[in-house]
T-cell receptor, first 111, second 113 residues
Framework: DQQVKQNSPSLSVQEGRISILNCDYTNSMFDYFLWYKKYPAEGPTFLISISSIKDKNEDGRFTVFLNKSAKHLSLHIVPSQPGDSAVYFCAAIQWANNLFFGTGTRLTVIP | DTGVSQDPRHKITKRGQNVTFRCDPISEHNRLYWYRQTLGQGPEFLTYFQNEAQLEKSRLLSDRFSAERPKGSFSTLEIQRTEQGDSAMYLC???????????FGEGSWLTVV
């Protein structure tokens, strides 16, 4: 049972434009959400997180939006850069226990 | 380097052999996690320690898998009688008391031939 879903396996964006990566979840008890970036043969790198009591968190070029009623979150990257090309994983935590991951979205930023 | 470190980074072993991976978490973190990732999937939870206590184990962690964290610092993950289906990246992660932000190591690639 996949509690966190990323329905787009890949996304291509021109350099300088906005990248929007989407994530849906089914468990309303999740209280914290995180985005990770992953290069091949490396572990996931933490990017940004958001508490379930907030609807937006921003860190530089990265902004995460949370819509609890829709059980949906998104990661916006503006402006996109070629170095952003990687696989992005959405993850969720319940009660500070383990992370539940989505299957990832491969972002390609075209120079 | 004060991040999560894992050793070895790569391991090739013959089916039936035992392998052990080591993880050193971020020094002030008391929570330590093991995950497994296969191609095209997100990381899957295996087990979790708070200090030396193993608090949760996934059903993915068969009897051939055992994890320890004897002194609440580093952890080991042992796989006995490896099978080809065990080939994956094994990820270790750690977090502080709040547990809200979990940091991953570089991973240990296992190939069972």
């Amino acid at each position: 049972d996949q509690q966190v879903k990323q329905n787009s396996p890949s996304l291509s964006v021109q350099e300088g434009r906005i990248s929007i990566l989407n994530c849906d979840y089914t468990n309303s008890m999740f209280d914290y959400f995180l985005w990770y970036k992953k290069y091949p043969a490396e572990g996931p790198t933490f990017l940004i997180s958001i508490s379930s009591i907030k609807d937006k968190n921003e860190d530089g070029r990265f902004t995460v939006f949370l819509n609890k009623s829709a059980k949906h979150l998104s990661l916006h990257i503006v402006p996109s850069q070629p170095g952003d090309s990687a696989v992005y994983f959405c993850a969720a935590i319940q009660w500070a226990n383990n992370l539940f991951f989505g299957t990832g979205t491969r972002l390609t930023v075209i120079p | 380097d004060t991040g999560v470190s894992q050793d070895p980074r790569h391991k090739i072993t013959k089916r039936g052999q035992n392998v052990t991976f080591r993880c050193d978490p971020i020094s002030e973190h008391n929570r330590l996690y093991w995950y497994r990732q296969t191609l095209g999937q997100g990381p899957e939870f295996l087990t979790y320690f708070q200090n030396e206590a193993q608090l949760e184990k996934s059903r993915l962690l068969s009897d051939r898998f055992s994890a320890e964290r004897p002194k609440g610092s580093f952890s080991t993950l042992e796989i006995q009688r490896t099978e080809q289906g065990d080939s994956a990246m094994y990820l270790c992660a750690s977090s502080g008391e709040a547990g809200n932000t979990i940091y991953f190591g570089e991973g240990s690639w296992l190939t069972v031939v």
